[in-house]
């Protein structure tokens, strides 16, 4: 019995010893792989502003868990995150809304945004991020707004319910007023030009309303920027991108695969397989991972 102990613990610490030295040698891999970077691509889903303490929806019942009301209704994330409640229930759509943009307001960066602040500044500001994430946050931590990428567009913008090439207007602390025991806004902001009720400048599902002009100019300088770094080593640095909206994932993987010099790193503590072709994956979360390849 004490012969099986000892061989079992053995095997055991051997195990874990190795698995240590592998995971050592990755991260050493990747930070050889930014060192050597001339330009730096930041993609961030959801999953990077859990660390900040904000919920990344994933499924019915996480979203139900930060919207208990919603749960009563029976209503998911993909059905409210719909233009039509704008028009059939806007009290309700606006206290979804309502909330999510005081909650971004009042929740600070975590950690590795500036890790990440730090290692763009040392590669003399040439950077571009391209997230998902309508918070804000990255503006927030200080990066320049004029290399963020959107694709989803930005809750602290809004823009009429009737028009995809109307204004977009950005909206204050006080434009919205949320009754949360309630579940209903008490107060909606209104579009300038019409009078109508406004939703946020945000890419919904089913929707045919979005209006993309901020986030066509954001693509436009997005694209600028490749065009003067053509012929730069990039490195990718994928923070909390699923695959429920895989939107990030295809954008880092699609761009690695065009790319003649650039490699994608995959921080997911979940979902962070990477084909070795193209990059290299940590599994764990965002500051963690920011932690291990840029302290």
Known sequence: DNRQKMS?????????????????????RIKKII??????????????????????????????????????????FTDIANPQWF????????????????????TEPHEGFRLLLDLVKSKNNNYFIYTSNVDGHFQKAGFDKDKIYECHGSIHHAQCIHSNDGMIWR???????????????????????????????????YDHEFNAKRTLAQRKRYEEWLEQNKDSRFV????????????IRNFGEKFIKRSKKATLIRINPRD?????????SLKCGALDGLRQILC
């Open 8 to 28: 079992y613990w053995f095997i055991t610490i051997t195990k874990i010893s190795y698995e240590r030295i592998k995971m050592q040698e990755k991260i050493d």
């Open 35 to 76: 060192a050597e970077a001339d330009a730096v691509i930041i993609t961030a889903g959801a999953g990077m502003g859990v660390d900040s303490g904000l919920p990344d929806f994933r499924g019915d019942h996480g979203f139900w868990k930060a919207y208990p009301p919603l749960k009563d209704k029976d209503i998911g």
């Open 87 to 106: 028009f059939s229930d806007p009290k309700l759509a606006w206290a979804f809304y309502g909330h999510r943009l005081n909650l971004y307001k009042n």
């Open 171 to 205: 909206m204050c602390e006080s434009s919205v007023a949320v009754d949360g025991a309630k579940f209903v806004a008490t107060k909606m902001p209104v579009c300038p030009e019409c009078g109508c009720v406004s939703r946020p400048n945000i890419m919904m599902f």
């Open 236 to 247: 990718v640095i994928e923070l909390g991108a699923g695959l429920a909206v895989p939107t």
């Open 272 to 280: 962070n397989y990477v084909s070795q072709y193209i990059g290299v």
